[in-house]
């Protein structure tokens, strides 16, 4: 299997792709300014206690404050909360952790209000984004990911991973870090930090050592709370971070200053491959060239089909996610009934295992499969859906086959889940119901061309739009574009665009921003 990282940078927002063997598996977007990440660390103030809860609200500054329970304090809150107050009784020196007293751990069974107190300053970090109504989710367990290692500061024990299975490699891996760990700081040692050399973990080490003294450095020094100390690395570093593997063959990126910043990661987790970041420069959207676009539109949205006529349908609730499972139009199979249920829903926890990564559905997932009167047609489907989310990276659960024929799933919730809308207003009437006749289109089009190089002399553009218009004015060899690029200038580019609707248009700058020339004229 291949794999590829698509990575499409907008003024407006940043969206990320990976596609295994061609075909989309998971889809991240999020404006450019998004100011909450899971990762981050801020130094902040109780704002409240809930006895009842036996929790607190935090801020954070987010509009609605942020949840902390008693149980995310964690066990060594108390040397934690010990060493905040030596830090913060000296601005000038910082004062060292290894010089740090371990206090006695947090009991499990104590309550919030005889821990915390209003307006107590707390390190903390966002576990969960905000979802819904509800603000971000905090603990107090600071970690400091990394490629191969996790740090945690306060604690000194190394794990490591058990998907590790050889104990020998443990033994290695446990003793190793053990000899280059400083005190007062634990290491979870990753998967992927198998059968690695001293020197890289070693090198990763002194990073994650890097960016705690960077942490508690801003919160020794800050004066207005809450300060941001730490922020995650960038959605991309942070996506490559999780998922990188030797199956990628690329990594391409059409913004030159996320380009470098994902060069130099790869340059140091991984110098053999560097080569494989890559700038794109072509003239297509670089979701159109990829065909990233079109399995967009096709994979989102409340109905999705799969092989041969059969199609899933999703709904969202507050509460879960519930799917249905129909075969749709597709021709009966020859052994019967029972056999033509099976690859139906053998088709269908294959889709939905892809599904389920690329909207990152978490919570509750109700699965209606179409009844099958065979045990082990149930069972074969149960270790099927099994297999294929062996690939997922979210802690899930999967139960099997009810009696009713209903699959229950559990998958971990860290963000809201992706809702792509395929749906298209029109955009030249705005839901008004009458336009301008559409053979007029180009006519429209050559006026604002018009307006933009005679009266707002700008002579340099790109004019995006849908594939069949693009193919319309381009068409003969004296064809519209090059009548008005012989008109107003070889600064006029014209551009296919799959994410617009048939009569949409967009003007872009050569810095990538949009030139709004839409008038109330249009929709008439």
């Known amino acids: 299997m291949t794999c590829e990282v698509i990575v499409d940078v907008q003024p407006k927002k940043i969206a990320i792709a990976l596609t295994e063997d061609k075909r989309l598996v998971e889809y991240q977007e999020e404006e450019q300014q998004a100011s909450f990440n899971v990762g981050n660390i801020y130094y902040a103030r109780v704002r409240k206690l809930m006895p009842g809860l036996n929790a607190c609200f935090v801020n954070v500054g987010h509009e609605r404050d942020a949840f902390l329970h008693y149980l995310d304090l964690g066990p060594n809150f108390n040397s934690f909360a010990k060493y905040l107050k030596q830090v913060g009784s000296d601005k000038r020196n910082l004062f060292p952790i290894s010089k740090a007293s371990i206090q006695p751990e ?25 979802i819904s109504t509800k603000g971000p989710r905090l603990t107090c367990e600071i970690t400091f990911p990394g490629r191969f290692l996790v740090l945690v500061p306060f604690t000194d024990k190394v794990h ?3 998907k590790i299975k050889s104990s020998a ?6 003793q190793l870090v053990q ?21 890289e973990l070693d090198a990763e080490l002194m990073v994650l050592l890097r960016r705690w003294e960077d942490a508690i450095a801003k919160a020794q020094k800050a004066k ?57 420069k072509g003239k297509l959207p670089i979701f159109d060239n990829f065909d990233v676009t079109r399995q967009i539109k096709t994979s989102f949205g409340k109905t999705v089909s799969y092989k041969h006529g059969a199609y899933l349908i999703i709904e969202h609730t507050e509460a879960l996610h519930v799917v249905d499972v129909n075969s749709g139009n597709r021709a009966k199979n020859p052994d019967g009934q029972e ?23 978490g919570g509750i997932i109700v699965v209606d499969f179409i009844d099958m009167a065979v045990a082990e047609d149930r069972q074969k489907l149960y270790e099927r859906m099994c297999e294929n989310m062996k690939r997922d990276r979210a802690k899930h659960n999967i139960l099997p086959l009810s009696k009713f024929g209903l699959m229950q799933i559990t998958r971990q919730r860290v963000r809201p889940v992706t809702e792509v809308s ?6 030249t009437c705005m839901g008004k119901g009458t336009i301008k006749s559409s053979i007029l289109f180009t006519d429209v089009l050559e006026e604002k061309i018009d307006q933009l190089v005679n009266h707002l002399s700008i002579k340099a553009f790109t004019l995006h739009v849908h ?17 008005w690029q012989m008109k107003y200038g070889f600064g006029v580019r014209i551009i296919p665009n799959q994410r617009l609707a048939f009569l949409q248009y967009e003007f872009i700058s050569p810095t990538g921003e949009e030139i709004d020339m839409k008038s109330e004229d249009d929709m008439k």
């Open 106 to 130: 947090l009991p499990k069974d104590g309550s919030v209000q005889n821990t915390l107190q209003v307006g107590q300053e707390l390190l903390v970090q966002i576990v969960k984004e905000p």
């Open 160 to 162: 490591v991973s058990s």
């Open 169 to 174: 490699e443990r033994a290695r891996l446990k």
């Open 179 to 199: 000899s280059i760990k400083p005190k007062n700081f634990g290491v979870i040692v990753r998967t992927v930090a198998e059968g690695k050399r001293v020197a």
């Open 224 to 280: 207005d709370l809450p300060t941001l100390c730490f922020e995650e690395t960038s959605r991309t570093v942070a996506l490559l971070r999780d998922l990188f593997n030797p199956t990628y063959e690329n990594i391409y990126i059409n913004d030159a200053a996320i380009y470098n910043e994902v060069r130099n990661y790869v340059q140091l987790i991984a110098p053999e491959m560097t080569e494989i970041v890559k700038l794109y």
């Open 339 to 361: 056999a033509n249920a099976l690859e139906v829903n053998l088709g269908a926890a294959d889709e939905l295992a892809r599904q389920l990564r690329l909207r990152d559905m």
């Open 422 to 427: 395929v749906d298209e207003t029109c955009p």
């Open 467 to 483: 594939p069949y218009v693009y193919a319309y004015i381009n068409q003969g060899f004296l064809s519209l574009k090059r009548r």
